[in-house]
């Protein structure tokens, strides 16, 4: 499975409750232009077959594995792979070897790897040492850093048109308001958590964020 149509909504299930999943993963619409993502704190606490378990509400979903690899990432990547992922989230801050690595390994499992750059100082000097580009170049500020860092709004647009093989990804503390900022700024997909998995209509919410792509 290939998005191959963006700009993309990806939520983000950053959860630790099974309960709250299950109360989300079922107001959730199928849609072509939604992308679900197995958050890190999801998968340790519950391991990588989560992915599955969110596989048995939405079947024909495109679904991230947010591994967050730093290293032996062929390793974590077959992981993610034999648990139906059909994408896996790498951290930029891993040495090239592991990013190559994970790439090649991607390819042969026909799944898709999404580098996180979560305090990378330069996407642009990493992607350029990679032969084979990840599908999706992720822009994330991290939920401790809210309130410090902006987000590199004008990195997008000049990445994207060096990079063109890969999607522009944002994630990071996003609202309507800055998701329409982001989209503006070229980004192929908005990563949401918190305003969707945490607001008072989810049906609402999603579709207030679908809207805008």
Same mark, same amino acid.
């Given at each position: 499975?290939?998005?191959?149509?963006?700009?993309?909504?990806?939520?983000?299930?950053?959860?630790?409750?099974?309960?709250?999943?299950?109360?989300?993963?079922?107001?959730?619409?199928?849609?072509?232009?939604?992308?679900?993502?197995?958050?890190?704190?999801?998968?340790?606490?519950?391991?990588?077959?989560?992915?599955?378990?969110?596989?048995?509400?939405?079947?024909?979903?495109?679904?991230?594995?947010?591994? %967050?690899?730093?290293?032996? *990432?062929? $390793?974590?990547?077959?992981?993610? =792979?034999? +648990?139906?992922? #059909?994408?896996?989230? /790498?951290?930029?801050?891993?040495?090239?070897?592991?990013?190559?690595?994970?790439?090649?390994?991607?390819?042969?499992?026909?799944?898709?790897?999404?580098?996180?750059?979560?305090?990378?100082?330069?996407?642009?000097?990493?992607?350029?040492?990679?032969?084979?580009?990840?599908?999706?170049?992720?822009?994330?500020?991290?939920?401790?850093?809210?309130?410090?860092?902006?987000?590199?709004?004008?990195?997008?647009?000049?990445?994207?048109?060096?990079?063109?093989?890969? %999607?522009?990804?944002?994630? *990071?503390? $996003?609202?309507?308001?800055?998701? =329409?900022? +982001?989209?503006? #700024?070229?980004?192929? /997909?908005?990563?949401?958590?918190?305003?969707?998995?945490?607001?008072?209509?989810?049906?609402?919410?999603?579709?207030?964020?679908?809207?805008?792509?």
């Amino acid at each position: 499975m290939k998005i191959s149509n963006p700009p993309y909504l990806q939520i983000a299930l950053d959860l630790v409750d099974k309960t709250k999943l299950v109360r989300i993963l079922s107001k959730i619409p199928d849609s072509d232009k939604i992308l679900l993502e197995a958050g890190t704190p999801l998968i340790k606490k519950f391991g990588i077959d989560i992915v599955k378990f969110i596989r048995e509400f939405h079947p024909s979903s495109y679904t991230i594995a947010d591994m %967050k690899t730093l290293d032996v *990432g062929w $390793l974590e990547v077959q992981i993610a =792979a034999e +648990a139906s992922a #059909n994408a896996v989230a /790498i951290s930029g801050l891993a040495p090239n070897e592991t990013l190559v690595s994970s790439i090649e390994e991607a390819e042969k499992r026909r799944v898709d790897i999404l580098l996180d750059c979560m305090n990378v100082e330069s996407p642009s000097t990493i992607l350029e040492n990679l032969t084979k580009k990840p599908e999706i170049v992720l822009f994330h500020r991290g939920i401790d850093q809210e309130g410090n860092t902006d987000h590199p709004w004008n990195k997008i647009k000049l990445i994207k048109a060096k990079f063109p093989e890969s %999607k522009m990804a944002v994630a *990071g503390g $996003l609202n309507l308001e800055t998701s =329409a900022r +982001a989209l503006n #700024n070229g980004a192929d /997909i908005i990563i949401i958590g918190r305003a969707i998995t945490q607001a008072d209509n989810i049906k609402a919410t999603i579709n207030d964020f679908l809207h805008l792509l």
